[in-house]
């Protein structure tokens, strides 16, 4: 079993929609979970970052975390064409590796 | 954005022949990672450093060696090159809270 999985899409949203973006990990010693954008031919950037469960909102963007479940989750609302890019998961499964899933590829028509 | 920089940052190299990629950072984190990106598999874990000189292997380190030396500076060997080593490594580091960001890239062509 991979230690982070996600969905490789393509996920397909038309513009102004929400975009749902999930992913699961297999440590529940897992403490850190974050979000990266990559645009093609682009290195990853940082989106958003949570800690605890529950939900933390940054403008667009509101990241889900059910540590029980061991599933975070990255809504993206009003969805715009910009937004169309590689979305990866990763998680911290000890104190110091970093460890990304796979990606989902999201993609924002008009 | 962390300053963080890559050299090369594009390399041609035959099989066989040892390459070493260097990883800057100007930051003073103290978690430095190198990963490898292909088609269909993500980031994956190469090594990972968690202070000069303590580093430790992720999940495809064989054929590959790291060395941190001082704490801006993380080198990525590939002792002797193979044509599956052909890929895009990223660097990225660090603070405590392992928020981390990434270099430009590198992409390593093996011939």
């Known amino acids: 079993q991979k230690e982070v999985e996600q969905n490789s899409g393509p996920l397909s949203v038309p513009e102004g929609a929400i975009a749902s973006l999930n992913c699961t990990y297999s440590?529940?010693?897992?403490?850190?979970f974050f979000w990266y954008r990559q645009y093609s031919g682009k290195s990853p950037e940082l989106i958003m970052f949570i800690y605890s469960n529950g939900d933390k909102e940054d403008g667009r963007f509101t990241a889900q975390l059910n540590k029980a479940s061991q599933y975070v989750s990255l809504l993206i609302r009003d969805s715009q064409p910009s937004d169309s890019a590689t979305y990866l998961c990763?998680?911290?499964?000890?104190?110091?590796?970093?460890?990304f899933g796979t990606g989902t590829r999201l993609q924002v028509f008009p | 954005d962390a300053g963080i920089t890559q050299s090369p940052r594009h390399k041609v190299t035959e099989t066989g022949t040892p390459v070493t990629l260097r990883c800057h950072q100007t930051e003073n984190h103290r978690y430095m990672y190198w990963y490898r990106q292909d088609p269909g598999h993500g980031l994956r874990l190469i090594h990972y450093s968690y202070g000069v000189k303590d580093t430790d292997k992720g999940e495809v380190s064989d054929g590959y060696s790291v060395s941190r030396s001082k704490t801006e500076d993380f080198l990525l060997t590939l002792e002797s090159a193979t044509s599956s080593q052909t890929s895009v490594y990223f660097c990225a580091s660090a603070g405590g809270n392992t928020e981390a960001f990434f270099g430009q890239g590198t992409r390593l062509t093996v011939v």
């Open positions: 990763a998680v911290t499964p000890g104190p110091d590796k970093l460890i």
């Open positions: 440590d529940r010693g897992s403490q850190s």
